[in-house]
């Protein structure tokens, strides 16, 4: 019955809007459920100027209900004169639908539609008032230097955010419908004269692909993109910062925005797009590199902290001096556990109470993480479960993973480290190095849309080498060369 009733109403959204205003009301309300649905409403009325009955139909919880009062309502209940109805509407835009599955769009996107008896055609007029958050702060890409705006759930105000900023005429805009039933409006930002032909057309095509029921934001779309679902290392970036995005739109990427979406997702991505902050460039040259410089120390402190104090303690006891060694084994004494036992005891409590502290109302969330992480420690301490060396060294390596500011990478460098510890419990150093060799013939191997992760370090490509470091903002003179943009020099 319910697979019935569905294509039943595929078959209506298929059909043309005939010239019996009779007709395409009944489809409308097959459609839209009517009168069971509350919020949908129908104005019946009388155009005098056309001598014609006409229907007036919107969603009144997403359309701008005074707007349709004071400029269609009225101008075609005054109007007596011939005039065609987009001289006698004073609406923004007004565009002529001639299929039934236009007019269902039109209405899902807080659009009116106006049906006319004689008239086989429709008109759509833009009047949408969907709610939303005003523009805020960012609350995952926190800066000290540098714009305070974020990107909120309403693409249009998104979109108007990178135009500030992008005052080019060569700024495309471009959507596709994704999902059968949610038809969601996935939008495409590029600058024509800058990105790559074939990179627009496969991300493109990708999209279109797409055999799905609902894709209701980003988040959800990104995994269905994404190439490498099961990788720990992100293939796609996405930010929530509308300068970020600018930067990258002028150099040559592409970006994805979408409704109900607080950010934007940034095709194609390398390793340097997650490891790098937009604060990079607002500070000095000096202050710059020394926050990456503290952030590269951070992201291998966190990754081989815990993993080497085991690799020492159970394989390489020589490697240390004496005297740290009788430390060691001395805080040790009581432990019933062995090291990689107590490390990953340790590890896994530092994440719970992340977890814990990201879960509970805000006023509360830091002090339940501090004082819970003190109490819990010296608990184990005094309990003989762990030795307090290993209370430093997790502590060490969890803060340290919070310098890698983006998401994504910050879990693919959490999840390492635990690879990294089962290594070095198995097979001390050797088992390190050998995983470690691994990872980076893998990073040089995959591809995010035909780009090399690790470009432009491995391949090189002819760019400003804005990796590791960065170089002065007046000798950034080319974009990224694994883009192939169309124009490469940026500066003369």
Not at 135 to 149: A, C, F, M
Not at 452 to 480: G, H, I, Q, V, W
Request: aromatic share 10%; net charge neutral; glycine share 4%.
């Amino acid at each position: 019955m319910q697979q019935q009733l569905v294509g039943e109403q595929t078959e209506l959204k298929e059909q043309s809007i005939s010239s019996d205003l009779e007709e395409n009301f009944q489809t409308l309300k097959k459609l839209f459920h009517i009168p069971k649905n509350n919020d949908v409403k129908v104005r019946e009325l009388y155009i005098e100027g056309l001598n014609k009955k006409a229907c007036l139909l919107f969603i009144s919880t997403i359309s701008d209900v005074k707007s349709i009062e004071e400029n269609i309502l009225k101008p075609l209940l005054t109007n007596k004169s011939g005039k065609e109805i987009k001289e006698i509407v004073s609406i923004q835009a007004v565009t002529e639908i001639h299929l039934f599955k236009d007019a269902v769009k039109n209405l899902n996107q807080g659009n009116t539609v106006l049906l006319i008896d004689g008239c086989s055609q429709g008109f759509a007029m833009d009047c949408p008032n969907f709610q939303g958050r005003t523009i805020e702060k960012p609350n995952t890409e926190i800066l000290i230097k540098g714009p305070k705006e974020a990107f909120i759930e309403k693409v249009d105000v998104n979109i108007s955010l990178v135009r500030k900023k992008i005052k080019d005429e060569n700024l495309v805009v471009e959507s596709i419908d994704v999902g059968a039933r949610s038809k969601s409006e996935v939008y495409i930002l590029y600058i024509d004269d800058l990105a790559n032909d074939k990179l627009v057309e496969n991300i493109k095509n990708r999209l279109n692909r797409l055999d799905v029921n609902s894709i209701q934001n980003l988040s959800l779309l990104e995994e269905y993109i994404e190439e490498r679902s099961y990788s720990l290392f992100p293939s796609i970036l996405s930010t929530e910062r509308p300068d970020r995005a600018a930067t990258f739109l002028e150099d040559g990427y592409i970006v994805l925005l979408m409704d109900n979406s607080p950010d934007c997702l940034v095709l194609p991505a390398t390793f340097w797009s997650f490891f790098h902050s937009p604060e990079d460039h607002y500070l000095r040259f000096l202050y710059g590199n020394f926050t990456r410089a503290l952030r590269m120390a951070a992201m291998f402190i966190t990754v081989f902290t815990s993993a080497i104090y085991i690799a020492i303690t159970a394989y390489h006891s020589e490697m240390i001096p004496s005297e740290l060694m009788l430390a060691i084994a001395a805080s040790r004494e009581k432990v019933p556990f062995p090291a990689v036992v107590e490390i990953l005891m340790m590890e896994f409590a530092f994440e719970l109470i992340r977890e814990a502290g990201l879960r509970v109302p805000s006023p509360i969330g830091p002090t339940i993480g501090i004082v819970g992480a003190l109490i819990l420690g010296q608990a184990a301490v005094q309990a003989n479960i762990i030795s307090p060396i290993v209370i430093i060294v997790s502590a060490l390596s969890g803060l340290s993973s919070f310098a890698v500011s983006d998401i994504s990478l910050n879990f693919a460098v959490r999840l390492i480290r635990f690879v990294f510890i089962i290594c070095a419990a198995f097979m001390g150093m050797y088992g390190m190095t050998a995983f470690f060799v691994a990872g980076v013939y893998y990073m040089v191997s995959i591809k995010s849309y035909g780009v090399p992760y690790l470009a432009p370090m491995s391949p090189s490509y002819k760019s400003s080498s804005d990796t590791m470091f960065r170089r002065l903002l007046r000798n950034e003179k080319f974009r990224p060369g694994f883009l192939k943009p169309s124009d490469l020099q940026k500066k003369q």
